[in-house]
């Protein structure tokens, strides 16, 4: 055992070093022939162009909690990590640079060129989120990380869109998508975040062309009326029964279009009429299919208005088209009115602009088929959520599913595996020559590969099998796949999770995982989510170069409660500390220190007690009631911590390790076990290091899955193992073996309320800590009589007493405050011990100004003027104050007459 521990801990001058060491001796790496059943987890891989946040750093400390536990208990635990190429993030990053640095667009340097560009910047910038999972502690099995665009996972992703194809689930199709004016590239609907906007609902006249009057429509897009080819209303509307069939003349460019019923028109908005625009809105295109209208597309790619707009708004912003129709219908008396509308509006994931709904032709996925089996897994508990209420939310989106466009008008992805004639005939293969052999064309066929690339999500589906070199079958896809769980934010619960169900079960027959834990949101100290807009998201790294991995690991976890959001405050610097706010990562630190402390002190009683590590041989009625405690607490630690963790209760396993180990453990335990290591009793003091030991080592090992640094750190310190072993491949903590009577575990607890009854009272009359005062201690039974004279010396330490003295029949006379507890009653006699004459006097003024304080406020009440005029708030302020300052006042009376 070291004794010269650091007084204060470092984290610093430990965690690159033992990094490094768990990494040279291969302990994060997994073979398929080791022994131990297979637990698997695959890294939600994140972007290639990604910096760590704090998402990232709850979602890897929960997965690398799981691993390096899982680890612990036998298992072969495998971590494949990885990054996913961000078609659109990525391609959009390397764009920005070359417009910013060289002045040059994309197709200036043409594909090939650019890709070159991409890869180039994927070499030098795309670890560095990488290299900071590394900073945060993760035992990944590096030898296996993969990329969405490595060539075997390409392969792959190019034999599931041909075997889909085959099968008819994937199509090419005109339809109505998610346009990106900023990213120019379709989008799904899972990559359109909506956000509540105020706006305007514009009523406009719409003339008769019988001349025989108008009919007025309410619009959000005003400038979209150009391409309007109907006006609907509902069929059941009595209002507009007789306009039904008529036409209108459409205003500015003088179209003729019809009057239509629909039922999807809804009578109670707007006026009950509405345009209908199928190339610009999903539900008017909806219509037009159904009513067999003209599709007119307004908009170029980059949402500016086009030919079809007429020559006096083309090439118009859609935004300054918008003004510049509300301008015009007013100046035609054709704007009836305007009314302010707050909606919902479609915005680009990426680009963060609004999206234009746009008809264009993109390949689909046919989701219907492959969604049923995924839910069925869900619904029967093959596959379990945590927490379970997300099950409803996959349902809802599964029952209600569309077909998944998975074409992007970008460059860097995966190519979609399609080629077409000079007729414009399309062939699907897995490469050209497959082309010509599967379709028959000789080489006199001219053919030209798709431009577009498809969806990021499209190989992601694919990560849980493709990492084991799926589809081919390899000793690794058959030893870790299924994967064990899956760590996950649930805003991709749609994106991602449901949609490797489907694919691990249509190609492998499979679930690909058998749990998937839902993160929390995290927000700042005032509830707001987490964003680089608001400056409130703090750099991890920054946070843990000023208080370490472990504090920050520690603090994500106590802070978040399964299934709700979790508050993190982040104090910048000490003007913000000034405020009285505190950083949430002092927890973590603190924590980190307390068990440090803990450490150190033990080391300062000498060498490593023998026979340690197991204490199953001793009879429990030999050891110090105090030690038969912190065994039963230790025991029941053990079972409790091991249930969180299996049932994925991160947040209860991060309070249960701060229980035991702080308020237990340290603040109780090892103040106790401080009278025994000071005895002139050799055997005593051995034997309370021997459980001290035992206790701590079993407390280490409990903590390191979630604080492996620390706890690596003093592992070998405290000599719990040899250098050249670690924690890291130590087993998981076992329970005692012994069994320790129940009553004394009460009868000690009720010991340690009594000591914490005669602290309260010390501070009740401003005695010092330091000071040391009689005691007397007055046991309600013979039991708890026997526990408090067993151990005399540790009651003196924990309460600093001179002296202390046990009766069951003790009757106090004069100036004797007094505590009880459900076990008995504590006695602090002050006679000699404080200056009586200056506390009362100290204790008169504080009832004179308690006394003031009471006045002032029943003025208050009792004034009409004040009770009819405050807001309502204000006056139950008041009342409570009141009642705050009446009890105060009956303490301070008490007080005094115990003086008197």
Request: hydrophobic content about 35%; some cysteine; glycine content about 6%.
């Given at each position: 055992m070291?004794?010269?521990?650091?007084?204060?801990?470092?984290?610093?001058?430990i965690?690159?070093?033992?990094?490094?060491?768990w990494?040279?001796?291969?302990?994060?790496h997994?073979e398929?022939?080791?022994?131990?059943?297979?637990?698997?987890?695959?890294?939600p891989?994140?972007?290639v162009?990604?910096?760590?946040?704090?998402?990232?750093?709850?979602?890897?400390?929960?997965?690398?909690?799981?691993?390096?536990?899982?680890k612990?208990?036998?298992?072969?635990?495998c971590?494949?990590?990885?990054?996913?190429?961000?078609?659109?993030?990525?391609q959009?990053?390397v764009?920005?640079?070359?417009?910013?640095?060289?002045?040059?667009?994309?197709n200036?340097?043409?594909r090939?060129?650019?890709?070159?560009?991409?890869?180039?910047?994927?070499?030098?910038?795309?670890g560095?989120?990488?290299?900071?999972?590394?900073?945060?502690g993760?035992?990944?099995d590096?030898e296996?990380?993969?990329?969405?665009?490595?060539?075997?996972?390409?392969?792959?992703?190019?034999?599931?869109?041909?075997?889909?194809?085959?099968?008819?689930?994937?199509?090419?199709?005109?339809?109505?998508?998610?346009?990106?004016?900023?990213?120019?590239?379709?989008?799904?609907?899972?990559?359109?975040?909506?956000?509540?906007?105020?706006?305007?609902l514009?009523?406009?006249?719409?003339?008769?062309?019988d001349?025989?009057?108008h009919?007025?429509?309410a619009?959000t897009r005003?400038?979209?009326?150009?391409g309007?080819?109907?006006v609907?209303?509902?069929?059941?509307?009595e209002r507009?029964?007789?306009f039904?069939?008529?036409?209108?003349?459409l205003?500015i460019n003088?179209r003729?279009?019809?009057?239509?019923?629909?039922d999807?028109?809804?009578?109670?908005?707007?006026?009950?009429?509405?345009?209908?625009?199928?190339?610009?809105?999903?539900?008017?295109?909806?219509m037009?299919?159904?009513?067999?209208l003209?599709?007119?597309?307004?908009?170029?790619?980059?949402?500016?208005?086009?030919?079809?707009a007429?020559?006096?708004?083309?090439?118009?912003?859609?935004?300054?088209?918008?003004?510049a129709?509300?301008?015009?219908?007013?100046?035609?008396?054709?704007?009836?009115?305007?009314?302010?509308?707050v909606h919902?509006v479609?915005?680009?994931?990426r680009g963060?602009?609004?999206?234009?709904?746009?008809v264009?032709?993109?390949?689909?996925?046919k989701?219907?088929s492959?969604?049923a089996?995924?839910?069925?897994?869900?619904?029967?508990?093959?596959?379990?959520?945590?927490?379970?209420?997300?099950?409803n939310?996959?349902?809802?989106?599964l029952?209600?599913?569309?077909?998944?466009?998975?074409?992007?008008?970008?460059?860097?992805g995966?190519?979609?595996?399609?080629?077409y004639?000079?007729?414009?005939?399309?062939?699907?293969?897995?490469?050209?020559a497959?082309?010509?052999?599967?379709?028959?064309?000789?080489a006199?066929?001219?053919?030209?590969?798709?431009?577009?690339?498809?969806?990021?999500?499209?190989?992601s589906?694919?990560?849980?099998?493709?990492?084991?070199?799926w589809?081919?079958?390899t000793?690794?896809?058959?030893?870790?796949?299924?994967?064990?769980s899956?760590?996950?934010?649930p805003?991709?619960?749609?994106?991602?999770v449901?949609?490797?169900?489907?694919?691990?079960?249509?190609?492998?027959?499979?679930?690909?995982?058998?749990?998937?834990?839902?993160?929390?949101?995290?927000?700042?100290?005032?509830?707001?989510?987490?964003?680089?807009?608001?400056?409130?998201?703090p750099?991890?790294?920054?946070?843990?170069?000023?208080?370490?991995?472990?504090?920050?690991?520690f603090?994500?976890?106590?802070?978040?409660p399964?299934g709700?959001?979790i508050?993190?405050?982040?104090?910048?610097?000490?003007?913000?500390?000034?405020?009285?706010?505190?950083?949430?990562?002092?927890?973590?630190?603190?924590f980190?220190?307390?068990i440090?402390?803990?450490?150190?002190?033990?080391?300062?009683?000498g060498?490593?007690?023998?026979?340690?590590?197991?204490?199953?041989?001793?009879?429990?009625g030999?050891l110090?009631?105090?030690?038969q405690?912190?065994?039963?607490?230790?025991?029941?630690a053990?079972?409790?911590?091991?249930?969180?963790?299996?049932?994925?209760?991160?947040?209860?396993?991060?309070?249960?390790?701060y229980?035991?180990i702080?308020?237990?453990?340290?603040?109780?335990?090892?103040?106790?076990?401080?009278?025994?290591?000071?005895s002139?009793?050799?055997?005593?003091s051995?034997?309370?290091?021997r459980?001290?030991?035992n206790?701590?080592s079993?407390?280490?090992?409990?903590?390191?899955?979630?604080?492996?640094f620390?706890?690596?750190?003093?592992?070998?310190?405290?000599?719990?193992?040899?250098?050249e072993?670690?924690?890291m491949?130590?087993?998981?903590?076992?329970?005692?073996g012994?069994?320790?009577?129940p009553?004394?575990?009460?009868l000690v607890?009720?010991?340690?309320?009594?000591?914490?009854?005669?602290?309260?009272?010390?501070?009740?009359?401003?005695i010092?800590?330091?000071?040391?005062?009689?005691?007397f201690?007055?046991?309600?039974?013979?039991?708890?009589?026997?526990i408090?004279?067993?151990?005399?010396?540790?009651?003196?330490?924990?309460?600093?007493?001179?002296?202390?003295?046990?009766?069951?029949?003790?009757?106090?006379?004069?100036?004797?405050?007094?505590?009880?507890?459900?076990?008995?009653?504590?006695?602090?006699?002050l006679?000699g011990?404080?200056?009586k004459?200056?506390?009362?006097?100290?204790?008169?003024?504080?009832?004179?100004?308690?006394?003031?304080?009471l006045?002032?406020?029943?003025?208050?009440?009792?004034n009409e003027?004040?009770i009819?005029?405050?807001?309502?708030?204000?006056?139950?302020k008041?009342k409570?104050?009141?009642?705050?300052?009446?009890?105060?006042l009956?303490?301070?009376n008490?007080?005094?007459?115990?003086?008197?």
């Amino acid at each position: 055992m070291s004794t010269d521990l650091a007084k204060t801990f470092e984290p610093s001058g430990i965690e690159d070093s033992w990094y490094a060491e768990w990494e040279k001796r291969g302990y994060f790496h997994s073979e398929n022939s080791d022994s131990g059943d297979s637990y698997t987890i695959v890294i939600p891989p994140p972007n290639v162009t990604g910096m760590l946040h704090l998402g990232h750093v709850l979602n890897n400390t929960l997965q690398d909690i799981l691993i390096r536990w899982e680890k612990t208990r036998g298992k072969n635990a495998c971590w494949v990590p990885g990054t996913d190429h961000a078609g659109i993030a990525t391609q959009s990053k390397v764009e920005t640079l070359l417009r910013e640095k060289e002045n040059l667009h994309r197709n200036d340097l043409g594909r090939e060129k650019f890709l070159e560009r991409v890869w180039e910047w994927k070499e030098q910038y795309g670890g560095t989120i990488i290299n900071q999972l590394r900073k945060l502690g993760c035992a990944c099995d590096w030898e296996r990380e993969k990329f969405t665009l490595d060539d075997d996972l390409s392969a792959a992703v190019t034999d599931v869109f041909v075997r889909l194809h085959e099968k008819g689930l994937i199509y090419k199709g005109q339809r109505i998508i998610n346009w990106c004016p900023k990213s120019l590239t379709a989008l799904s609907d899972e990559e359109v975040i909506h956000k509540t906007e105020n706006s305007h609902l514009w009523y406009m006249q719409y003339p008769l062309t019988d001349g025989s009057g108008h009919i007025t429509v309410a619009t959000t897009r005003p400038e979209t009326m150009l391409g309007d080819t109907a006006v609907a209303v509902n069929p059941d509307d009595e209002r507009y029964a007789k306009f039904i069939g008529k036409t209108i003349t459409l205003p500015i460019n003088g179209r003729e279009i019809p009057i239509i019923a629909d039922d999807f028109v809804k009578p109670e908005f707007g006026t009950g009429a509405v345009k209908v625009t199928p190339a610009h809105d999903p539900n008017d295109y909806n219509m037009g299919m159904r009513h067999k209208l003209e599709i007119i597309n307004l908009f170029h790619t980059d949402a500016s208005m086009n030919e079809n707009a007429g020559p006096e708004y083309e090439g118009m912003d859609r935004f300054a088209c918008r003004k510049a129709i509300v301008t015009k219908l007013d100046e035609l008396g054709l704007m009836e009115k305007i009314e302010d509308y707050v909606h919902d509006v479609g915005y680009s994931e990426r680009g963060d602009v609004p999206v234009e709904p746009r008809v264009s032709e993109q390949w689909f996925v046919k989701m219907e088929s492959l969604a049923a089996p995924a839910l069925k897994a869900v619904l029967d508990g093959e596959i379990k959520f945590h927490p379970p209420r997300w099950v409803n939310t996959y349902r809802n989106w599964l029952e209600n599913i569309q077909d998944w466009c998975i074409s992007r008008q970008l460059w860097w992805g995966h190519q979609i595996p399609a080629w077409y004639d000079t007729d414009g005939k399309s062939y699907v293969a897995h490469d050209e020559a497959e082309v010509r052999s599967k379709y028959n064309l000789d080489a006199s066929v001219e053919l030209r590969r798709d431009d577009d690339v498809l969806d990021t999500w499209f190989s992601s589906w694919l990560w849980p099998m493709t990492v084991f070199r799926w589809p081919d079958e390899t000793k690794d896809l058959s030893h870790y796949y299924p994967t064990s769980s899956l760590v996950t934010g649930p805003d991709i619960i749609f994106f991602w999770v449901a949609r490797m169900i489907m694919a691990g079960i249509e190609f492998t027959g499979e679930i690909p995982f058998k749990n998937v834990f839902f993160t929390s949101i995290i927000r700042d100290g005032q509830g707001r989510k987490m964003s680089k807009q608001l400056g409130n998201s703090p750099d991890p790294i920054d946070v843990i170069n000023k208080y370490g991995t472990d504090a920050l690991r520690f603090t994500m976890i106590y802070l978040a409660p399964l299934g709700n959001d979790i508050r993190f405050t982040h104090v910048e610097d000490e003007t913000d500390r000034k405020t009285g706010e505190k950083d949430s990562c002092e927890i973590g630190r603190n924590f980190a220190t307390k068990i440090w402390n803990a450490a150190r002190f033990r080391a300062m009683q000498g060498d490593l007690s023998n026979n340690w590590s197991d204490i199953s041989d001793i009879d429990p009625g030999t050891l110090r009631p105090d030690d038969q405690w912190i065994i039963a607490r230790s025991d029941y630690a053990i079972e409790q911590i091991t249930h969180h963790l299996e049932n994925f209760d991160f947040h209860h396993y991060a309070l249960e390790l701060y229980e035991f180990i702080w308020n237990q453990f340290c603040d109780w335990y090892v103040e106790s076990a401080k009278s025994a290591f000071y005895s002139k009793d050799e055997q005593r003091s051995d034997q309370t290091k021997r459980i001290f030991d035992n206790v701590f080592s079993k407390l280490l090992r409990l903590i390191y899955p979630c604080m492996p640094f620390i706890t690596e750190e003093l592992y070998h310190n405290m000599g719990y193992i040899a250098s050249e072993d670690s924690i890291m491949v130590s087993s998981w903590p076992e329970k005692s073996g012994l069994t320790i009577d129940p009553s004394i575990e009460t009868l000690v607890n009720e010991k340690f309320e009594l000591i914490r009854t005669g602290r309260n009272l010390r501070g009740t009359y401003n005695i010092s800590t330091s000071k040391k005062v009689p005691f007397f201690l007055k046991p309600n039974t013979a039991e708890f009589e026997a526990i408090l004279a067993a151990d005399l010396d540790s009651i003196r330490v924990l309460l600093n007493a001179e002296s202390i003295t046990v009766d069951r029949h003790y009757e106090a006379t004069g100036s004797v405050p007094s505590g009880v507890s459900n076990a008995g009653s504590i006695y602090l006699p002050l006679d000699g011990v404080i200056d009586k004459e200056a506390e009362l006097d100290r204790l008169g003024k504080q009832k004179a100004e308690i006394e003031k304080g009471l006045n002032s406020i029943e003025k208050k009440l009792s004034n009409e003027n004040f009770i009819g005029r405050a807001p309502a708030e204000v006056v139950e302020k008041e009342k409570g104050k009141k009642l705050e300052l009446a009890e105060k006042l009956l303490q301070v009376n008490n007080l005094i007459s115990q003086l008197k």
